[in-house]
């Protein structure tokens, strides 16, 4: 096995092959948000709760990773921008494949805006990641979206499929992006990208059933899991609802069935 498939194995099922990762990386975009406030405790109650991973930038590292004795994945999120910058679609790199292996991280992540201005600056940014990643044996997310003056639609199933297909193309070993609302065009992402697919959870959901619906149909659809963040560390309930989740990817449950959790 090579250093890629061993670490893998830390933020993805290994029975099932998928992964219920809950980023908590909103600090930087959106500051000390409800939810990443105390990172303890929330890290303490999505690992309870059967995430398999959690996604964070290096400072939150010593003060929010495996609190308590609870394991769980450590994926560093390597690139950044905030909600007052003039362009927040444009993503720079704040840490390296090898600063976050020294913190223990288990994989890394970036983010790439297909279609924004400076796409060109952070897919060279994304080639050079995937390569330090191959040359460690690093696994490496990408979270790829459509956004840009330009783009209509975030959600527009021909767009997400090239989002992953980049991806895919570009050296990630797994790719999180929009859900596009169906099964069916869903699953035509799925087979564009090749490589596991995760998808986003999106603005805060008002209804339960509508995320826990939606990460069912993603998986019908081939999908490989979610990262969800704020519909899971924002919830009433954290580990009830990391529990409903991990239920329907990595046990197959019904959404009724997972619905008990919130119960």
Not at 203 to 226: F, H, I, N, T, Y
Not at 228 to 239: A, C, K, L, Y
């Amino acid at each position: 096995m090579s250093g890629k498939d061993i670490r893998i194995e830390r933020i993805i099922d290994r029975n099932t092959g998928r992964a219920v990762i809950v980023p908590v990386d909103h600090g930087i975009t959106m500051g000390p948000i409800k939810g990443l406030v105390d990172m303890k405790a929330t890290i303490d109650r999505v690992s309870r709760g059967g995430a398999t991973a959690v996604v964070m930038h290096k400072g939150v590292v010593p003060y929010g990773h495996r609190s308590f004795g609870h394991d769980i994945g450590l994926i560093v999120h390597l690139s950044a921008s905030t909600s007052l910058s003039p362009d927040p679609n444009s993503k720079v790199l704040v840490t390296t494949v090898e600063e976050s292996l020294k913190m223990g991280a288990d994989a890394v992540s970036i983010h790439v805006n297909i279609g924004a201005d400076t796409e060109p600056y952070m897919l060279r940014d994304f080639g050079q990641i995937s390569r330090e990643c191959n040359e460690w044996g690093v696994p490496l997310l990408v979270m790829i979206y459509p956004r840009g003056k330009d783009i209509k639609s975030g959600y527009d199933v021909d767009l997400i499929k090239q989002c992953a297909r980049v991806g895919m193309e570009l050296g990630a070993d797994i790719v999180k992006t929009s859900y596009t609302g169906d099964i069916d065009s869903f699953r035509e992402v799925v087979r564009g990208a090749i490589i596991p697919v995760v998808i986003a959870g999106g603005p805060k959901m008002d209804s339960d059933r509508d995320l826990l619906q939606m990460v069912k149909d993603s998986l019908e659809a081939g999908g490989s899991g979610v990262s969800i963040g704020r519909n899971i560390f924002q919830h009433r309930n954290v580990t009830g609802m990391t529990q409903a989740v991990a239920d329907i990817v990595l046990r197959d449950a019904e959404v009724d069935e997972a619905m008990k959790r919130l119960e």
